[in-house]
């Protein structure tokens, strides 16, 4: 196949199925592509600007394409093409994440730990959700604020309560109090990060990526989507591994060496993300679509008398 015609926005896996999506993501949250510099990133946006004109550069391989692909996917923004921040980016959920949740795990015990480390958890997501929202639909600086503070007064209210509450239960309960914050601050940071997109609606296109309009209900449809995407991420390591370390910290050995549970739940929990990353970014299409039956009457008339029944279903980027 000559270069030259060689498509690099085409997936490389099919994104209909959820093992496509899997590998897409396995791909493009790598860990390895996080601590790569930013002269590395750009040049592999470079290449991929260059394969998109028509002219790749003499002696460039299929792979090395590909490549450069998996760089441009997992540091640069889909909708405006700009290298986001690198703590905001998916490829840096696995060491990101490992750290904040293995030490949400291990101090649990006291309010003042469950407070700190709430907040730094939900200062981590409020960046992730703001760096991979749909780009086409701004936020101010006040909004972002907003969202910020009412994100993590729910994470606070929620594990400070519950850690209260569960004071006489069972020491595994307590040790599940974390995983109920972080589930119930994502029902609302998220769409608090991305308010506009449910205000004002999000760009919805044709198969071919026309422009429609915007449509507030495809930005519920999509932010829902990402909701259950980060609860389902968090949950497996939240949730099996209180159940593994209380089991553990019976053995002898394991009470000897108290100063090594949080770096040993750390590793757990980068375990588990390794996979769990991947697996929940795949659990829905990123290119989403929905029937134009279900838009909102104002938006399904317009498509309706401009195309008739030639436009079935519009789609548009949900962001991770």
């Avoid at 994502?186 to 608090?192: E, K």
Wanted: proline share 6%.
């Amino acid at each position: 196949m000559a270069l030259s015609s060689f498509d690099i926005d085409a997936p490389r896996w099919d994104q209909s199925t959820f093992m496509g999506r899997l590998k897409h993501f396995f791909n493009i949250t790598d860990w390895r592509t996080a601590i790569l510099p930013d002269s590395r990133l750009d040049e592999a946006k470079a290449l991929v600007e260059s394969c998109r004109a028509g002219s790749v550069p003499p002696g460039t391989t299929e792979e090395q394409l590909h490549y450069a692909k998996k760089l441009y996917d997992s540091a640069f923004h889909p909708d405006t093409g700009d290298r986001m921040n690198l703590i905001g980016r998916m490829s840096f959920q696995v060491p990101g994440g490992m750290a904040i949740t293995g030490f949400m795990l291990q101090f649990y015990r006291t309010v003042p730990a469950v407070v700190f480390w709430q907040w730094v958890n939900q200062s981590f997501n409020a960046l992730v959700n703001y760096t991979n929202r749909n780009a086409a639909s701004p936020i101010t600086p006040k909004q972002i604020g907003v969202a910020y503070i009412t994100a993590t007064s729910t994470a606070l209210a929620t594990a400070v309560g519950l850690n209260l509450y569960t004071k006489k239960a069972p020491p595994l309960v307590a040790r599940w109090v974390p995983f109920a914050a972080v589930a119930a601050a994502n029902c609302v940071n998220i769409p608090m990060m991305r308010q506009q997109e449910i205000l004002n609606g999000i760009a919805v296109t044709d198969e071919n990526g026309n422009k429609l309009g915007h449509s507030t209900k495809a930005a519920v449809k999509g932010i829902t989507q990402v909701v259950v995407s980060r609860i389902t991420m968090a949950a497996p390591g939240m949730i099996i591994l209180p159940i593994i370390m209380q089991r553990m910290e019976k053995y002898k050995f394991m009470q000897r060496i108290t100063y090594l549970h949080g770096p040993i739940q750390v590793m757990m929990v980068g375990a588990f993300l390794v996979f769990m990353v991947p697996a929940a970014c795949s659990l829905f299409p990123q290119r989403c679509s929905m029937a134009v039956s279900k838009l909102e009457p104002e938006l399904r008339d317009s498509i309706v008398s401009q195309y008739g029944d030639a436009v079935q279903r519009v789609y548009f980027n949900k962001g991770l």
